[in-house]
């Protein structure tokens, strides 16, 4: 059973557009959650992250935003910019041993 | 300061043949980690240590086993190796056990034939 969902496999942006990248969850005792962004042949690398105790966090130009009773986060890229393109994981974890549970990932491609 | 190390970076192996993938890290973290990627299945957490001298299983650890070598090192271990393991191997840290980010490394792709 997949604790953690991205049920778009891809999103296709035009460069200086907003990208929204979307996931949802089913287990309740999430209560961290983080973006990373992997390019190929690469290891991901962290992007941003939320606690449960928040509803928003925001870095530069990326925004998390979390809706806890619809067990839903989501990134939010405003601007996008053609260097943004690569897959994006979301991931929770529930404070056991530092565990995370990855979705699927979304390739973003952001188009000039 | 190199961050999370990763040898070897490609492997070909034949059916049940065996063999170890390194990780390392200079972060002086105290959790390591090792996933595997495949195709749309994201990343599934093989195995785990959250402190050293600790070992625990994640979401697929069937056909693995691992070492916490030291605090620096995690070692993963394919005793006979089949063609479902191919994949993309990614080994992780993190400064603690708490909620926080873990650091990757390059990742190892190995192929099983």
């Known amino acids: 059973d997949q604790q953690v969902k991205q049920n778009s496999p891809s999103l296709s942006v035009q460069e200086g557009r907003i990208s929204i990248l979307n996931c949802d969850y089913t287990?309740?005792?999430?209560?961290?959650f983080l973006w990373y962004k992997k390019y190929p042949a690469e290891g991901p690398t962290f992007l941003i992250s939320?606690?449960?105790?928040?509803d928003k966090n925001e870095d530069g130009r990326f925004t998390v935003f979390l809706n806890k009773s619809a067990k839903h986060l989501s990134l939010h890229i405003v601007p996008s910019q053609p260097g943004d393109s690569a897959v994006y994981f979301c991931?929770?974890?529930?404070?056991?041993?530092?565990?995370?549970?990855f979705g699927q990932g979304t390739e973003l491609s952001v188009k000039p | 300061n190199a961050g999370v190390t990763q040898t070897p970076k490609f492997q070909v192996l034949k059916t049940g043949q065996s063999m170890t993938l390194q990780c390392a890290q200079d972060?002086?973290?105290?959790?390591m980690y090792w996933y595997r990627q495949d195709p749309g299945m994201g990343l599934r957490l093989i195995y785990y240590?959250?402190?050293?001298?600790?070992?625990d299983k994640g979401e697929v650890p069937n056909g693995y086993n691992v070492s916490r070598l030291n605090k620096r090192e995690f070692s993963l271990r394919l005793e006979s190796a089949a063609p479902s393991q191919t994949s993309v191997y990614f080994c992780?840290?993190?400064?603690?056990?708490?909620?926080?980010?873990?650091?990757f490394g390059p990742g190892t792709r190995l192929t099983v034939t």
């Open positions: 992780a840290s993190k400064r603690t056990r708490q909620n926080d980010e873990q650091y």
């Open positions: 287990n309740s005792m999430f209560d961290y």
């Open positions: 939320i606690s449960s105790i928040k």
């Open positions: 991931a929770a974890g529930d404070n056991q041993g530092g565990k995370l549970i």
């Open positions: 972060m002086n973290h105290n959790s």
């Open positions: 240590s959250a402190s050293e001298g600790t070992t």
